[in-house]
């Protein structure tokens, strides 16, 4: 069905929306009085009006039960992680016991890299996408130097080709084959934060193996808003935060993938802590550590369980709207913000706004990446005093990310009608 820029046209498709029912199950915050039009679940994902609940259960059995809740509260702080591999395994593409909930993204990265980026005089090298999300460039380079490298020769970025702004698959794969012997790891976003490129993931494992190289993903940007297969794909490990797409709130609390046949490997190093030691001994509090066979292994500390629980009741919401409807509402969502886009694009006299987020279905989620030609800054400001929260990245992008559980096709076509009339100023 081809699009129509009006409402009627965008209440029509929210009309037969299968998830239409979910947007009323989150606080949409207000601005003017007015719900306002929340464009950055991609930065921070709305609260589910269920998490109070779970969040308030544990509050009351720490006040019942003391130090007695890690065994006899309604869900035991003991084993609280263990809810979270049969939700999260369907939104990253994993087995369950390739996946741990702990810690925070950017900690998770660097245990994992304590684990994947061991670097010799020969393959020392780290391939990674130009423009990565800071904390990650920053874990990159600390590495690297942690290691006794120097970044500017061990790190190596991809970037796109002049004029353009998206990675060609064929260049990275190419970059991997030219520094393929010295390279000990190959790690992108797989779904870039400013662009809102998803890159090959499966294409770019496979030339890192040919490499000789592991090959990593952080998946911030993709966990909870396109398809993953991180074990199909033979990813080696991969980390993601619970607080963007996965609305779990504020610094909640992070996710980790190590492919199957690395969990059980006991030559694999890493840093160790009391909560990924053999369950059955634990408290025996013996010297020698003896990880769990597990993604679990990878554990240091026990369980931040109010954290656990907002992630528990957002992922129970994903559970009831099935990830399979949410990756395509949200390819809709995309679509028909590039379709509106276009269409002011085409009755302004000069192009105002480019779209720098590829077009093709496998090459981007529900985030759309705004390169302000003229501007930027005027238009930012001015969408918030119109109700609209969207997101400012230096120079001149501004990201928007309908999201397919909380966002409408209504909200799409509103803000492309306050774009519209601020650019008519
Ligand atoms: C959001 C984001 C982070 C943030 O890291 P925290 O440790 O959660 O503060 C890191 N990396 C990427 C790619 C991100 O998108």
Redesign the pocket.
């Known amino acids: 069905m081809p699009f129509q820029n009006t409402l009627a046209f965008a209440k029509k498709l929210d009309e037969s929306d299968v998830l239409k029912e979910f947007r009323s199950k989150f606080y949409i915050p207000i601005i003017n009085g007015k719900e306002c039009i929340y464009l950055t679940g991609n930065?921070l994902g709305l609260q589910p009006k269920s998490t109070q609940d779970y969040v308030v259960d544990e509050l009351e059995d720490w006040a019942s039960f003391g130090v007695e809740g890690h065994f006899h509260a309604r869900n035991p702080w003991f084993s609280y992680h263990e809810i979270f591999p049969p939700l999260v395994t369907k939104i990253v593409g994993a087995l369950p016991e390739e996946v741990v909930v702990m810690n925070?993204?950017?900690?998770?990265?660097h245990l994992l890299l304590a684990s994947f980026y061991r670097p010799t005089k020969e393959r020392y090298k780290i391939i990674c996408e130009a423009k990565?999300?800071?904390?990650?460039q920053y874990a990159f380079e600390s590495q690297v130097r942690f290691h006794g490298f120097d970044p500017a020769t061990a790190i190596v970025e991809a970037a796109p080709r002049e004029g353009e702004h998206s990675l060609r698959t064929e260049d990275i794969l190419s970059l991997i084959k030219q520094h393929g012997n010295e390279t000990a790891l190959v790690i992108f976003?797989a779904v870039n934060?400013y662009s809102g490129q998803v890159f090959d993931m499966e294409a770019i494992c496979k030339a890192s193996h040919d490499a000789g190289a592991y090959c990593g993903f952080?998946l911030?940007?993709a966990a909870g808003n396109i398809e993953l297969h991180m074990h199909d794909w033979n990813v080696d490990f991969a980390c993601w935060?619970s607080?963007?797409y996965l609305n779990s709130g504020p610094?909640g609390v992070?996710g980790a993938f190590i492919h199957q046949k690395h969990i059980a490997d006991p030559t694999l190093p890493r840093l160790a802590g009391w909560w990924g030691y053999e369950k059955a001994t634990r408290f025996n509090m013996d010297k020698g550590f003896k990880p769990i066979p597990t993604a679990e292994g990878w554990q240091l500390s026990n369980a931040p369980v109010l954290s656990m629980a907002a992630h528990h009741a957002s992922l129970d919401v994903f559970e009831d709207a099935g990830v399979e409807n949410l990756f395509a509402k949200g390819q809709q969502l995309s679509n028909y913000l590039m379709f509106i886009l276009d269409e002011i694009n085409n009755n302004t006299k000069e192009k105002m706004i480019e779209v720098i987020t590829p077009r093709a279905e496998k090459e981007k989620g529900c985030q759309v990446s705004m390169l302000m030609l003229q501007k930027g800054k005027e238009v930012f400001d001015a969408l918030k005093q119109n109700g609209v929260l969207a997101d400012w990245r230096e120079p001149n992008v501004i990201r928007v990310a309908p999201v397919p559980l909380y966002n409408s096709f209504e909200d799409v076509y509103r803000f492309g009608e306050i774009v519209k009339n601020i650019l008519e100023r």
């Open positions: 930065s925070q993204l950017t900690v998770n990265l990565a999300f800071p904390s990650d976003g934060y952080d911030a940007h935060c607080y963007k610094g992070a």
